[in-house]
Nanobody, 127 residues
Framework: QVQLVESGGGLVQAGGSLRLSCAAS????????MAWFRRAPGKEREFVAA????????YYADSVKGRFTISRDSTQNTVYLQMNSLKPEDTAVYYC????????????????????WGQGTQVTVSS
């Protein structure tokens, strides 16, 4: 089992940047596929970015491609989401997710693809 704790959210102006962190417990962090999802006010939780269990492959939602980057540091048991060129429509609660799956990240874009979830961190982008 793994526990996930997100941090790094906050208030930023449009065009700015933030880096979210997701600290994972457990000694087998390197075997987990990791992802970020978000839920905007009044909307359902949606996929943002995924990183394969090996860390070698990534996949992004079209809405964030070219602006967001998912990465991991296995020595720190942490996954990051670097968010650049933020837009007001990026405002949401961002969630970290993990799963034991070895599937390619482009096939893991649904909520039920992931077994473990963090509590979320709020990101607010002002115009």
């Amino acid at each position: 089992q793994v526990q996930l704790v997100e941090s790094g959210g906050g208030l930023v102006q449009a065009g700015g940047s933030l880096r979210l962190s997701c600290a994972a417990s457990g000694r087998t962090f390197s075997s987990y596929a990791m992802a970020w999802f978000r839920r905007a006010p009044g909307k359902e939780r949606e996929f943002v970015a995924a990183n394969s269990w090996s860390g070698g492959s990534t996949y992004y939602a079209d809405s964030v491609k070219g602006r967001f980057t998912i990465s991991r540091d296995s020595t720190q048991n942490t996954v990051y989401l670097q968010m650049n060129s933020l837009k007001p429509e990026d405002t949401a609660v961002y969630y970290c997710a993990a799963d034991h799956s070895r599937r390619n990240p482009e096939t893991m874009t649904r909520i039920y693809d992931y077994e473990y979830w963090g509590q979320g961190t709020q990101v607010t982008v002002s115009s």
